[in-house]
């Protein structure tokens, strides 16, 4: 057995969890279905290829919040919960309380693309009614559940540092690292790959970007949190590049392609 002790990343969120030794059911737990809902089969695709961490975009529209990059593509029928949350009680109760391995968290990325306060506010009313599978943070602790919510995007931080007992993490930039905040409430750092280095998946990979890289992913780590980047080429090769730095999830639009190279072309399994 191989534990899966990501301490240094997040605490101690995912201490002590165990999967199989083989490339499969180790290697997906770093895959992030990016823009998930533009799956055929949003979360279940993502679930079919072993991911542990998917991504929703969200529109308050009314009372209701809608799943969708742009608003000219939302639907009704096409809300946060019959995406997502309904579909992940129903996995986790028929499991034994966890989306996969039990004590391995679920990560649930949602990006909130409207007004931040009003939908956040709107969101924190719809997660009270999945809170039996949510973990929750409270006086600075983490009572940690079989799915664990990361706010993105247009994230209201001052409202969100005020409360005292909430149901979501925040990401943050590595620059806002080390800033005084309530404990745990940043747990990841997410990055825009363009604005931090030139390499769009051509050629050799620079040395003195994979330097940086690596620095970048050192920082996170000593800090408690994992590390995402959006906009990395969608490629094996940037793949590649991503887990041999030691990126936390890696950002993805095409599950199956990555589920696929991982089964079959990595070549630097985990020690």
Known sequence: MLTICLESVIGHMLLGAEVTNSVHDVILWRVHSHN??????????????????VEADVFLVGENLL??????????????????LEPLRARIKQNGGWVYTPGITFWLWIEIKSEPKLTYQRLRQVLKEYQDILTRFEDGEVRTNAVTVVLTGRRPVELICAEASRLAALDCRITELGVTNPPNLFLWVSEDWNRH?????????????LEKLKSMVERSHCNGRGIRFWGVPDTPTAWQVLWDAGVDLINTDRPQEIKRWMSE????PPQ
């Open 36 to 53: 998930d809902y533009l799956q055929g089969q949003p979360l279940f695709d993502a679930l079919e290829c072993g991911s542990n961490s």
């Open 67 to 84: 799943v969708g990059h742009l608003p000219i593509f939302l639907s009704k029928d096409r809300t946060l919960e019959k995406l997502y």
């Open 197 to 209: 280095f030139k390499w769009r998946g051509n050629g050799k990979f620079a040395e003195q970007e």
């Open 265 to 268: 072309c990595l070549t630097h």
